[in-house]
């Protein structure tokens, strides 16, 4: 079953820590894995994009990984901000274009 | 630039009443169209998507549905609402490449009492 896990589904850190956020897929065949901002009450926005053969791409603060043999991806937020307070979505395209979502990472960063 | 706009922001509704929801895409033309549904604590559920004007597809049996009036315009209604018809209800745009990203609009936070 095609499936997306993420975890943790919430994190609270303080402001100017670094933290990493997970993402697991079962989604066969797999053709790219995305991860979204969500602000509460708003649409999710898109940071980053990762297809087969890229391991890491960096977006300002936000890097993400992707290892395509454990089928595992990563986001990591260094020197958060108040504003980095939102749901982190990570959304896998599979067969027939077909997205899977997952549940999200609700994180919020305290001063 | 392409813009996506979708109303009302919020909606409160007795069960039995009719829904509708609207959606509009600017700056783009033939874009996919998608309306998603956002449960507390889960993952968003496709429930419609359109290629093209009068082309609905559905992926989930329910209580809703979807019209494409016009090449940018998405319509999702409803005849009777149903209590579980609450959630957080978002349209989004995509293009046609497969690594195109979609494109959100603000959403609709519906409750149904």
């Known amino acids: 079953k095609n499936q997306v896990e993420q975890s943790p589904q919430s994190l609270i850190i303080l402001e100017g820590k670094n933290c990493t956020l997970q993402?697991?897929?079962?989604?066969?065949?797999?053709?790219?894995l995305r991860w979204y901002k969500q602000d509460t009450g708003r649409g999710p926005v898109s940071l980053t994009i990762?297809?087969?053969?890229?391991n890491t791409k960096s977006n300002g603060r936000y890097t993400a990984t992707l290892d395509a043999d454990t089928k595992q991806s990563s986001l990591h937020i260094t020197a958060s901000q108040l504003s980095d307070s939102a749901s982190y979505i990570c959304?896998?395209?599979?067969?027939?274009?077909?997205?899977?979502f997952g549940a999200g990472t609700r994180l919020a960063v305290h001063p | 630039s392409q813009t996506i706009h979708q109303w009302p922001a919020t909606l409160v509704q007795p069960v039995g009443s009719p829904l509708s929801l609207e959606c509009t895409v600017e700056g783009t033309s033939n874009p996919n169209l998608y309306w998603y549904r956002q449960a507390a604590g889960r993952g968003l559920q496709l429930l419609f998507y359109s290629v093209g004007i009068g082309q609905i597809s559905s992926e989930v049996p329910q209580n809703l549905s979807a019209s494409r009036p016009q090449d940018r315009q998405f319509i999702l209604s409803s005849k009777k609402l149903l209590l579980s018809d609450s959630g957080f209800y978002l349209c989004?745009?995509?293009?046609?490449?497969?690594?195109?990203?979609?494109?959100f609009g603000s959403g609709t936070q519906l409750s149904v009492l």
């Open positions: 993402c697991n897929y079962t989604v066969s065949p797999f053709s790219n």
């Open positions: 990762m297809t087969f053969s890229e």
């Open positions: 989004a745009w995509s293009g046609w490449d497969q690594n195109e990203k979609l494109f």
């Open positions: 959304v896998v395209r599979g067969g027939y274009n077909k997205l899977i």
